[in-house]
T-cell receptor, first 116, second 109 residues
Framework: GAVVSQHPSWVICKSGTSVKIECRSL??????MFWYRQFPKQSLMLMAT?????????EQGVEKDKFLINHASLTLSTLTVTSAHPEDSSFYIC????????????FGPGTRLTVL | GQQVMQIPQYQHVQEGEDFTTYCNSS?????IQWYKQRPGGHPVFLIQ?????EVKKQKRLTFQFGEAKKNSSLHITATQTTDVGTYFC?????????FGDGTTLTVKP
């Protein structure tokens, strides 16, 4: 498998502030990373596809101005939740895409965001 | 768009009983992947199936890919308490995966 780290693992912030979450691919260069959101007891909801050196592709219904994604290098993608509100509280998980016979995703440990 | 559906949503078993979760896609899949997410954890890749009718085994886990490549199953023989978690299937689509809603397995000792 591949090793993916996320930082921070959890964060509590006040409403109106911005929070940055980092996703790092530790053992291979990931051209493509994905950002997911998961509510309790629900499946993973893809938010956006992050491509190194280009703009992220957002899924329908995801506000790109609220969830800023930057993929500045082949090993780092960041998700910034801007002007966070309590409804943004969730578990955010990134994954890297390893291209091969069949594309495989490797997930980071996730970041739990709580907005007060 | 592509949809991947899983049943059942929840399954409660006694330790030692078998467990099966089923995954169905509205379209033919080039491959299917299975992930396990422990409570409080993140999804962990288990296996991928590529060929029509493919069957793969990992100890007590048996994975099958349907002949039409539109459905798949995960069967666990003689469940143990360590098997608890949510099992997701995922089908590829334009470079990204579409996840099923998952089947949450609880095992009573």
């Amino acid at each position: 498998g591949a090793v993916v780290s996320q930082h921070p693992s959890w964060v509590i912030c006040k409403s109106g502030t911005s929070v940055k979450i980092e996703c790092r691919s530790l053992d291979f260069q990931a051209t493509t990373m994905f950002w997911y959101r998961q509510f309790p007891k629900q499946s993973l909801m893809l938010m956006a596809t992050s491509n190194e050196g280009s703009k992220a592709t957002y899924e329908q219904g995801v506000e790109k101005d609220k969830f800023l994604i930057n993929h500045a290098s082949l090993t780092l993608s960041t998700l910034t939740v801007t002007s966070a509100h309590p409804e943004d509280s969730s578990f955010y998980i990134c994954s890297t895409l390893k291209v091969g016979v069949a594309d495989t995703q490797y997930f980071g440990p996730g970041t739990r965001l709580t907005v007060l | 768009g592509q949809q991947v559906m899983q049943i059942p949503q929840y399954q409660h078993v006694q330790e030692g009983e078998d467990f099966t979760t089923y995954c169905n896609s509205s379209t033919t899949l080039s491959n299917i992947q299975w992930y396990k997410q422990r409570p409080g954890g993140h999804p962990v890749f288990l296996i991928q199936l590529v060929k029509s009718g493919e069957v793969k085994k990992q100890k007590r886990l048996t994975f099958q890919f349907g002949e039409a490549k539109k459905n798949s199953s995960l069967h666990i023989t003689a469940t143990q308490t360590t098997d608890v978690g949510t099992y997701f299937c995922a089908g590829p689509g334009a470079g990204k995966s579409t996840f099923g809603d998952g089947t949450t397995l609880t095992v009573k000792p």
